[in-house]
Each structure stands twice: as structure tokens, then as C-alpha cells.
């Protein structure tokens, strides 16, 4: 079992960055890839980035590129998702998700590990 605590989340003006963490205990990360995804009440779980397990391959949604990376360190099993130039619609609660192997995959139902979320509110 893989357990995911998402830390760094909070309120920011626009135009402001935060940073995520994603601390991972239980298994050693170095063999999951490790993805992030987001909601919004009343709406899908939509996917947001996603790092390879070597951190080599990284694929980030549309709407997101050129504002957030996402990153990892293995020794620390933690990932990272830095959020530049947020918007208000960036506003969500934002999930940190692995899965096991090679693969990364930008669907919700391909992960098998959940963390609880944290928020992110981005005023105007």
C-alpha cells in the first residue's frame, strides 16, 4: 500500500505561485509514476500533470503548460507540482495519485493510490 499526504495548498492572489507536496509512505515511489489531478465541486476529476518514475517523461495538461512543472525527488519520496501565474480558475481541490510501472497515464481510473486532497483558491 502507498499512502499520499498532499501539503502546500491555500489561498493566493492571481498571478500568484504556490508549490504542492506530495509526501509518500508505505513503498518507496521509485517505481510509480505519480500524477496530479484536480476538482472543482460538482464536477470530473480532471487531470493535471503527470512524472514519470524516473522523472524523465513528464506530460502536463492545455490548460497548465508553460504555468506549473511537476517534479520528484525519490529520496525524499515526495512530488512537487509548482504552480506559477495561477489563475482564478485554477481554484480546486488538487489530488496527488500513483500507480505502479512504466506507464503515464493521464486518465483518473488508471491510478490505484490516492491522497486527500488539498486546496487551492485563486482570487481575483
Known amino acids: 500500500q502507498v499512502q499520499l499526504v498532499e501539503s502546500g495548498g491555500g489561498l493566493v492572489q492571481a498571478g500568484g505561485s504556490l508549490r504542492l507536496s506530495c509526501a509518500a509512505s508505505?513503498?518507496?515511489?521509485?517505481?510509480?509514476?505519480m500524477g496530479w489531478f484536480r476538482q472543482d465541486p460538482g464536477k470530473d476529476r480532471e487531470f493535471v500533470a503527470v512524472?514519470?518514475?524516473?522523472?524523465?517523461?513528464?506530460r502536463l495538461a492545455e490548460s497548465v503548460k508553460g504555468r506549473f512543472t511537476i517534479s520528484r525527488d525519490n529520496a525524499k519520496n515526495t512530488v512537487y507540482l509548482q504552480m506559477n501565474s495561477l489563475k482564478p480558475e485554477d481554484t480546486a481541490v488538487y489530488y496527488c495519485a500513483a500507480v505502479f510501472g512504466a506507464a503515464v497515464p493521464v486518465g483518473k481510473n488508471d491510478y490505484d493510490y490516492w491522497g486527500q486532497g488539498s486546496q487551492v483558491t485563486v482570487s481575483t
Open positions: 512524472i514519470s518514475w524516473s522523472g524523465r517523461n513528464t
Open positions: 508505505g513503498r518507496t515511489i521509485g517505481s510509480y509514476a
